[in-house]
């Protein structure tokens, strides 16, 4: 009798491990949507994202330390794309996971743009990470025209915020910080600097976060190497590098691939000719370009600092670190500067590389990824729920088996009836009233050549059309398409 009392209490401790591990393992529960303290939270990971402001994909040489500590000890997706490459819509796209067609963000400034355009306000990625039981901290530039009305109130989801007021993210000096409601000056001394100010203070938090249970999420946003406001009326770089950097590229060449200063641009639409660049532009350029490699200078020991100090915490391997931008940007490539209504790719493709647990040392995905992929892969991580329908994948996924990814096809959208996709090796573009711009991008990387309305490519054309006009109206799911 007492044998057979010590089985069945043998048996039933047997099941209750079972159903705390393996089960536990199958039907995870929700997170909590209060701040957790115990070995659950501990488990997930913090998320470290660092956004800068219109960086191309060429100017990663002025960030070795960057591509050292999270390119090559994590995973580099070579072909990212922003959805729609202009800061606030892409911006927009990261904070609620939706294209720009749906989360409605289509310029910088208002009525189609800015903070102000945004809708649903506490349906966003930090809202939904705060409700998983993460600490959410954002540091550096947000979506263009917050705070522009001189109302200061910190949107919601975010426990820490220390954000440029207005338009002062534009100035690297004489610039104000909201930070936590409360006003911040600084004046014109080395030891303001914005970029260094913002490492100083993502370092600080980061000091701070761990040393609580909780899992934290921090955005940190650099204004660099966004181009300082017009009105400066700056002689030297721009933008302005941090004095220590001044002169590190002054005697690099401007990049000047085919596309520069293209020579006959007749083959493409009307709306994408422009005058060829004359030598005071092209002198600005060099200056631009000069400013942009040394502003990122100061990026780059900012990514430093950041690893150094969730090493010296302990939190280092538990910290899934992405770098980013908002968008890329045009350096006299086909006669543009800046930023363009088009749908080029010095300007749709940004830097994407993600160090930390699920992203594998060393590796290279070739498969193509949107930002509209960022919110999903931060709410997997977290174990978070989104509230709105997201229109990307987690990235995790991609990585895990980059050739079932090979031939998604990625929604390009800008102003207007502007749309376009990139589709395996073509770039397709649709300006409307029957203007558009096909090119392959094996034979023709620089788009040189607009093969749309060729015989040879007709069949390819007709698939892109039908495809393109099933996307510009896509949501959720439907969104992740294969062409």
Known sequence: MRARALVALALSLCLLVAACSGGAERKRPAAPATEPGGAASAKRPNIVLVLTDDQDIRSQRAIPATMRLIGHRGTIFERSFANFPVCCPSRATLITGQLAHNHGVTDNHPPRGGWQALTRRRDTLGVWLQRAGYRTAWIGKFLNGWGIEGRYRIPPGWSDWQVPVEESYLRMYGYTLDVNGRLVRYGSSPADYQTAVLARRAESYVRRAARRPAPFFMVFAPSAPHQEADYLGLR??????????????AGAPLPRPPSFNERDVSDKP???????????????????????MESLLSVDRAVRGLVAGLRRAGELRRTVIIYTSDNGYLLGEHRMTGKKPVLYEELVRVPLMVRGPGFTPGERVAAPVSNADLAPTILGLAGASAGRPLDGVSLARVAADPQAWRRRAILLEEAGALRGLRAGPYAYTSYGRGQRELYDLRSDPYELRNRAGSPGLAPVERRLAALLARLRRCRGRACVARW
Not at 238 to 248: I, M, V
Not at 272 to 277: D, K, Q, T, V
Not at 281 to 287: D, Q, W
Request: aromatic fraction near 6%; hydrophobic fraction near 40%; avoid cysteine.
């Open 236 to 249: 030297g770089p721009d933008p302005r590098p941090a004095p220590r950097d001044r002169g590190a590229f």
């Open 270 to 292: 009307p709306a994408a000719r422009a005058p060829r660049l004359g030598a005071a532009a092209r002198a600005a350029l060099r200056r631009n370009y000069v400013g942009r």
